[in-house]
């Protein structure tokens, strides 16, 4: 919609004819070909206030010494934090214009996600802004310690575009240009409140839209394939920056949902290099993506029911891996898709996706801080956890006792779940263990998202990777795929150096050498018919078992170029 289209349903706007109204001429000669806007004609109501508004913020946008791209993107975050959609769409456009890409503005839209966002996508000065924008948009008061980071950035900006000025200029300069961003806040905080109060061209209630074509779906899938009756529901979202644009596929993990990987998607929707040409403008391309929740997750629900020893399981890790291949069915995703990637229980589930739907369904999977079967031992320690968070016995959860398994996991054992996994799953090393650049806040964030897990979908997702094995059944001769008879083109397997205390990644480790090995000696055997090349192995150093929270900026460009070469 466009923002002149709407009428305001609070007063209707002035339009005086020119030649009539000294302000409206005023804002007709600012204005140029765009003429009165939905803005300026309710604040018209008051011919004065119409005058000096257009004044002001005609000097704050377009009279000022900061960098376009910095004044944009806080006006953008004054306007997604305040839910201005008027403000938003009139300044998306001009943001791009000066220089903001997709990932950027994505990254500014999403106010849900802790600050501060991965500098592979805000570059220092931008986050610094951003945090300020934060602060004085939201409580008004800003602490020291962030004015006193935004003007550290601007001095290092004044000290590289001006390398001639004396440090006393470039003190003063500083100053200037902090007093021009706080400006900028506080004049379009002002303008939002009034597009909002007034309902400027009816917007607002109209979503702030984000800065690529983002939709979600919830589908309906069966249990088990081939059957056709759908038992549950899928939460998924698609972000497509292009319909020819290749796909990737995120798988989250257990006690998670899709925003998980809320950090590095803007990387993602901004421009990659491929190798595929010697051209570097034929060698840009975007991704799209799909981030979907796994069932019992989120949004995402489980099939109905209840699950005991000698009852079909709701969830397991192949089942997840079909999920996943009905989604892709269900939008009409074009497959091959580039990349399956998944982490822990999403992990494993794009192991098993490689070993059921391989190279027609991917060209490549990524399989982040997982293994492909159940370590000795860790079935015990999982239903240690179902019980901590059911505050249950050995008996299962029935009908007959559900409410009170589910009342205790709403008020407490999810909760206390939640205390025990954040530190296991970042330990000493992690940011999010230090406190440090927002790390207490990020754990918060994660802390929240394990919370607010349904325990059911955690309790079948704990049974499904307390019991699953995806080499076996090639070792036992079994007619099913195992992950070994794969003929997916590309492999990554990739841990967190701290994961496990360096035991995920030796696993790891040790797949790839076991899956590389067998190829060879299939390939040596003449009895090799698929046509992966290789299967590799990265290590994010520093990181738990959320690599992707933990250090997505050194994920992003590990993953990043790798996927590159795919």
């Known amino acids: 919609m466009s923002p002149t289209e709407g009428k305001s349903r609070v007063v209707p706007g002035r339009y005086p004819p020119p030649g009539t109204d000294p302000n409206a001429d005023a804002i007709r000669?600012?204005?140029?070909?765009?003429?009165?806007?939905?803005?300026?004609?309710?604040?018209?109501?008051?011919?004065?206030?119409?005058?000096?508004?257009s004044s002001l913020l005609g000097a704050v946008r377009t009279k000022g010494h900061l960098p376009g791209d910095l004044r944009e993107a806080m006006i953008l975050r004054v306007a997604a934090l305040n839910h201005a959609t008027y403000e938003w769409i009139h300044h998306e456009t001009i943001g791009r214009e000066e220089g903001l890409t997709t990932g950027q503005l994505y990254a500014i839209r999403d106010t849900e996600t802790p600050l501060p966002p991965s500098q592979t996508v805000l570059?220092?000065?931008?986050?610094?802004?951003?945090?300020?924008?934060?602060?004085?948009?939201?409580?008004?008061?800003?602490?020291?310690?962030?004015?006193?980071?935004?003007?550290?950035?601007i001095r290092e900006l004044v000290v590289k575009k001006y390398p001639s000025l004396s440090p006393e200029d470039v003190d003063a300069k500083t100053d200037d240009l902090y007093v021009e961003s706080a400006m900028v806040v506080a004049s379009y905080n002002m303008v939002s409140r009034?597009?909002?109060?007034?309902?400027?061209?009816?917007?607002?209630?109209?979503?702030?839209?984000?800065?690529?074509?983002?939709?979600?779906?919830?589908?309906?899938?069966?249990?088990?394939?081939?059957?056709?009756?759908?038992?549950?529901?899928?939460?998924?979202?698609?972000?497509?920056?292009?319909?020819?644009?290749?796909?990737?596929?995120?798988?989250?993990?257990?006690?998670?949902?899709?925003t998980m990987w809320n950090y590095i998607v803007p990387y993602f929707l901004d421009l990659s290099s491929s190798p595929?040409?010697?051209?570097?403008?034929?060698q840009k391309t975007t991704y799209?993506?799909?981030?979907?929740?796994?069932?019992?997750?989120?949004?995402?629900?489980?099939?109905?029911?209840?699950?005991?020893?000698?009852?079909?399981?709701?969830?397991?890790?192949?089942?997840?891996?079909?999920?996943?291949?009905?989604?892709?069915?269900?939008?009409?995703?074009?497959?091959?898709v580039h990349s399956v990637i998944g982490v822990s229980q999403g992990g494993a589930a794009a192991l098993a996706f490689a070993a059921l739907y391989g190279g027609s369904k991917t060209r490549s999977i990524v399989a982040c801080d997982t293994g492909p079967r159940t370590p000795a031992g860790n079935k015990d320690a999982w239903a240690e956890r179902i019980r901590l968070a059911c505050g249950a016995s050995d008996s299962p959860i029935t009908n007959a006792n559900a409410t009170e398994y589910h009342d205790y996991a709403k008020h407490i054992g999810m909760g206390r779940l939640a205390k025990i996994t954040v530190p296991r799953w970042f330990p000493a090393g992690s940011i999010l263990n230090s406190g440090e650049r927002g790390g207490d806040k990020r754990a918060k964030w994660v802390e929240a998202m394990i919370e607010s897990t349904d325990v059911d979908g955690f309790a079948h997702g704990a049974k499904a990777l307390s019991d699953y094995d995806l080499i076996a059944p090639l070792e036992?001769?079994?007619?099913?795929?195992?992950?070994?008879?794969?003929?997916?083109?590309?492999?990554?397997?990739?841990a967190g150096s701290l994961d496990g205390g360096g035991k995920v990644g030796k696993g790891l480790q040790d797949l790839r050498t076991k899956w590389n090995a067998r190829h060879e000696e299939s390939r040596a055997a003449g009895s090799y018919s698929g046509t992966i090349q290789q299967v590799d192995y990265l290590e994010i150093a520093n990181s738990g078992h959320l690599p992707m929270i933990d250090s997505p900026e050194t994920f992003c460009e590990n993953l990043g170029r790798w996927l590159a070469n795919v």
Not at 276 to 282: L, T, V
Not at 299 to 315: C, M, V
Not at 476 to 494: C, E, I, Q
């Open 29 to 53: 000669e600012r204005r140029g070909a765009r003429g009165i806007t939905a803005l300026d004609a309710n604040l018209l109501h008051v011919p004065v206030i119409a005058g000096g508004y």
């Open 123 to 153: 570059n220092p000065l931008l986050t610094a802004a951003i945090t300020f924008t934060d602060h004085s948009t939201r409580g008004a008061k800003v602490p020291m310690e962030v004015i006193q980071e935004l003007k550290r950035q």
């Open 194 to 258: 009034f597009l909002l109060s007034t309902d400027v061209a009816g917007l607002s209630d109209v979503e702030v839209p984000w800065p690529v074509e983002r939709k979600e779906h919830f589908i309906s899938l069966p249990l088990f394939p081939p059957a056709a009756s759908p038992t549950h529901t899928v939460h998924a979202v698609t972000l497509v920056t292009s319909p020819s644009a290749p796909w990737l596929v995120f798988a989250n993990s257990l006690l998670t949902d899709w």
């Open 276 to 282: 595929a040409s010697s051209d570097p403008e034929e």
């Open 288 to 336: 799209n993506i799909l981030l979907h929740s796994q069932r019992g997750h989120g949004l995402s629900k489980l099939p109905p029911g209840f699950a005991s020893d000698d009852q079909e399981r709701l969830t397991t890790i192949p089942l997840l891996a079909t999920d996943i291949a009905n989604l892709l069915s269900a939008l009409s995703i074009p497959t091959p």
């Open 476 to 494: 036992s001769g079994a007619n099913t795929p195992g992950l070994f008879d794969s003929d997916v083109s590309r492999v990554l397997l990739l």
